[in-house]
């Protein structure tokens, strides 16, 4: 597994493959406390990907300085979008709303013949703040 980078194709109906990519990597990396938010972020994307755009999907993970960038490829133009979602009957819908919550920033780049949907998660988390009460 190169040192800052990991790249996989995931074809038609392999999106949970992409799980187990990422937790490899992560934990190949020292990040393994980043693997709740990496693994539903890249799954999300490689599945909207597989679902929405021409398979197979391309999983590329990039560790640089501060940040994990999951990027997922295709071979469709169609940009993903957060969509208005009906709770009562909704049953989909959600994955690009995962994304935007857990991710620090997301976004697009279009190509010749697709695009790249990638999402950044800070490598260090922020801590969680408790309330104290004295005994």
Do not use: C, F, Y
Not at 12 to 34: K, N, P, T
Not at 64 to 86: A, N, T
């Amino acid at each position: 597994m190169d040192a800052d980078q990991v790249e996989v194709d995931v074809p038609e109906g392999h999106a949970r493959q992409a799980r187990r990519v990422i937790s490899r990597a992560l934990d190949s990396w020292g990040l393994a406390h980043l693997s709740r938010s990496a693994v539903m972020v890249g799954h999300e994307l490689v599945a909207n990907a597989l679902r929405h755009g021409m398979p197979p999907a391309i999983l590329r993970l990039l560790r640089r300085g501060d940040v994990l960038i999951i990027e997922v490829g295709d071979g469709s133009e169609q940009v993903p979008r957060l969509s208005e979602i009906d709770n009562s009957t909704s049953m989909s819908g959600r994955g690009m709303r995962i994304v935007s919550k857990l991710a620090r920033a997301w976004g697009v780049r279009p190509h010749p013949g697709g695009k790249t949907v990638w999402a950044e998660i800070a490598l260090v988390q922020p801590a969680v703040r408790r309330s104290h009460r004295p005994a």
